[in-house]
C-alpha cells in the first residue's frame, strides 16, 4: 500500500513541477521580450565598472589609461578627501562596522546623535532624522505627516522618490506644471478646503539643472495657508553662499518647513540621508517614519564621513566658490562651441541631444577620449528629450574642463550634433 501511496504522489508531483517550469518559461520570455524593447528603443542602460576611488581622475575597467570623471555626484570632491576618509576609519575602529539593528532597538549610537544635532544646525533646524538614503526619507515622510483630510501639491518634474513618497500617503495629490507659479496658485485655491496643505518641490531638479523660483513658491504659500517642504539632494552642501542650499541662495532659509536631502552626493558621497524641521515633526517620524522604523542604522563609517564633510564646509566656503567658477566656466565655453546647455549655474549641466541613441553613442566616443560622461534618455528623461548629464566638481581643474570641451566638440561633430 505504501508503495501505491510513493507511486500516486510521484505521477501527482509531475504535473505542478511541470505547471512550475511553464510558468518559469513564461516568465522568461515576458521579460527577454520587454528587455528587448528597451534594446531596440536604445535606452539600455550599462554599467561601466570603476576599479578606483571617486574622484575627477579615476580608471574604469577595459579602458587603459586614466579617466577624466564628469558624471559624479561628488560636486566637492570630498568623497576621497583624505580628511573624510581618515574620519570613517576612526568611526570604524571605534564604533564598529554596524549596529545589526534599527535604531529604536539599539541601534543609535552617539555618533548619530551627534551627526543629526550638526545636521540641524547647518540648515538652521530645530531637528534632524537620519535614514539609509534620501529615497528612504522621502518615503517615510509624506505617509507619516499627512492624512486624508490634507493635501499635497507636487512639481510635475520632482525626483522618483518624491513621487513614490506621496503616492504612498491617503492625502489629496494635485500636481502643478513644472516651475508654474499661475497653475501652483490655481491648486492651491482649490486645495483651500484641505487641513493641512504642503507644497512639495526639488530646490533643484536633477535632470535639467533648474532651480524651483522658492521665493515665489512661499510666497504663495503664505498667501494661502501652505507649509513648504524642499529636497535639497542637488544642493545641500554647495548651493547658497555657505552651501546651505537654495533655501540659503534665495533667502527663504526662514520660511521652508521640511527639507530633506542625501549624505550621498555632496557631503562624502556615501550613503545616507535625512529630513531637518521642527522638532515635534522629526518625533513623529521617528515614530511612525517606515523606512526609519524598519531599517539597520546607517554604518558608524558613513556617520562619521558626512560629519567631517559638514566640518569642513561649516569651516570655509573656499570649495563652493571653486566649484561656481568652474561651472560658469564649462557652461560658458560649451554654449560658444554651439551646444545647448539647460539650467542655471547649476553644476548639472544637461547637454541637449534629443536623440536617445545619439546620446548613447556620443557618450561611449568621450569614454574613447578619456572622459566619462553618461547619456540619458527616456524613462529617466522625458521622451525625445535624451542628453548627456555633465556634472561639475571642485576639484576639477581647469584644464580638465577644457579638455572635456574640446571632447564634445570632437564627437558632436562626428556624429552630426555640431556644424
Given at each position: 500500500?505504501?508503495?501505491?501511496?510513493?507511486?500516486?504522489?510521484?505521477?501527482?508531483?509531475?504535473?505542478?513541477?511541470?505547471?512550475?517550469?511553464?510558468?518559469?518559461?513564461?516568465?522568461?520570455?515576458?521579460?527577454?521580450?520587454?528587455?528587448?524593447?528597451?534594446?531596440?528603443?536604445?535606452?539600455?542602460?550599462?554599467?561601466?565598472?570603476?576599479?578606483?576611488?571617486?574622484?575627477?581622475?579615476?580608471?574604469?575597467?577595459?579602458?587603459?589609461?586614466?579617466?577624466?570623471?564628469?558624471?559624479?555626484?561628488?560636486y566637492l570632491g570630498l568623497s576621497s578627501h583624505p580628511e573624510v576618509i581618515q574620519?570613517?576609519?576612526?568611526?570604524?575602529?571605534?564604533?564598529?562596522?554596524?549596529?545589526?539593528?534599527?535604531?529604536?532597538?539599539?541601534?543609535?549610537?552617539?555618533?548619530?546623535?551627534?551627526?543629526e544635532a550638526k545636521i540641524a544646525r547647518f540648515h538652521q533646524r530645530e531637528d534632524a532624522i537620519l535614514y539609509p538614503s534620501c529615497f528612504d526619507a522621502n518615503a517615510g515622510l509624506f505617509?507619516?505627516?499627512?492624512?486624508?483630510?490634507?493635501?499635497?501639491?507636487?512639481?510635475?518634474?520632482n525626483h522618483a522618490s518624491i513621487i513614490d513618497g506621496i503616492r504612498l500617503c491617503k492625502a489629496h495629490k494635485y500636481r502643478y506644471r513644472h516651475l508654474d507659479m499661475a497653475d501652483l496658485e490655481a491648486k492651491l485655491q482649490e486645495a483651500?478646503?484641505?487641513r493641512l496643505r504642503l507644497v512639495a518641490t526639488d530646490g533643484a531638479f536633477s535632470m535639467d539643472g533648474d532651480i524651483a523660483p522658492l521665493q515665489e513658491i512661499c510666497h504663495l504659500a503664505s498667501r494661502y495657508g501652505a507649509l513648504v517642504?524642499?529636497?535639497?539632494?542637488?544642493?545641500?552642501?554647495?548651493?547658497?553662499?555657505?552651501?546651505?542650499?537654495?533655501?540659503?541662495?534665495?533667502?527663504?532659509?526662514?520660511?521652508?518647513t521640511i527639507i530633506n536631502s542625501t549624505l550621498g552626493k555632496a557631503l562624502g558621497g556615501a550613503s545616507g540621508g535625512y529630513t531637518t524641521g521642527p522638532e515635534p515633526l522629526v518625533s513623529l517620524l521617528r515614530q511612525?517614519?517606515?523606512?526609519?522604523?524598519?531599517?539597520?542604522?546607517?554604518?558608524?563609517?558613513?556617520?562619521?564621513?558626512?560629519?567631517?564633510?559638514?566640518?569642513?564646509?561649516?569651516?570655509?566656503?573656499?570649495?563652493?566658490?571653486?566649484?561656481?567658477?568652474k561651472t560658469q566656466r564649462f557652461r560658458r565655453k560649451m554654449k560658444a562651441a554651439g551646444f545647448t546647455i539647460l539650467g542655471a549655474n547649476h553644476p548639472i549641466c544637461p547637454v541637449m541631444l534629443g536623440d536617445a541613441r545619439l546620446a548613447s553613442c556620443m557618450a561611449d566616443d568621450m569614454l574613447k577620449r578619456g572622459i566619462f560622461v553618461i547619456g540619458f534618455s527616456y524613462p529617466v528623461v522625458p521622451k525625445n528629450k535624451a542628453r548627456i548629464r555633465v556634472q561639475i566638481s571642485a576639484v576639477h581643474s581647469e584644464e580638465d574642463i577644457d579638455r572635456c570641451v574640446e571632447a564634445f566638440v570632437e564627437v558632436g561633430r562626428l556624429h552630426g550634433a555640431l556644424p
Open positions: 500500500m505504501w508503495a501505491c501511496r510513493l507511486l500516486h504522489a510521484g505521477l501527482s508531483a509531475a504535473p505542478r513541477g511541470r505547471r512550475a517550469q511553464s510558468a518559469l518559461t513564461q516568465l522568461r520570455g515576458v521579460l527577454e521580450e520587454e528587455l528587448e524593447a528597451i534594446r531596440g528603443a536604445g535606452t539600455w542602460k550599462s554599467e561601466r565598472v570603476i576599479t578606483s576611488r571617486q574622484g575627477p581622475r579615476i580608471h574604469v575597467d577595459g579602458v587603459s589609461g586614466g579617466i577624466l570623471n564628469f558624471c559624479a555626484n561628488n574620519a570613517g576609519l576612526q568611526a570604524l575602529e571605534e564604533f564598529g562596522a554596524g549596529l545589526s539593528s534599527t535604531r529604536f532597538i539599539c541601534g543609535t549610537q552617539s555618533i548619530h546623535k551627534d551627526l505617509e507619516a505627516l499627512l492624512t486624508p483630510q490634507d493635501a499635497v501639491l507636487s512639481d510635475e518634474l483651500q478646503k484641505h517642504f524642499v529636497d535639497e539632494c542637488h544642493a545641500t552642501g554647495f548651493l547658497g553662499a555657505t552651501g546651505r542650499g537654495t533655501d540659503e541662495l534665495l533667502g527663504v532659509t526662514d520660511q521652508v511612525r517614519a517606515r523606512p526609519y522604523l524598519f531599517s539597520n542604522s546607517l554604518p558608524p563609517a558613513v556617520a562619521g564621513c558626512a560629519s567631517k564633510a559638514l566640518d569642513l564646509l561649516m569651516e570655509s566656503n573656499a570649495i563652493v566658490q571653486s566649484m561656481a567658477a
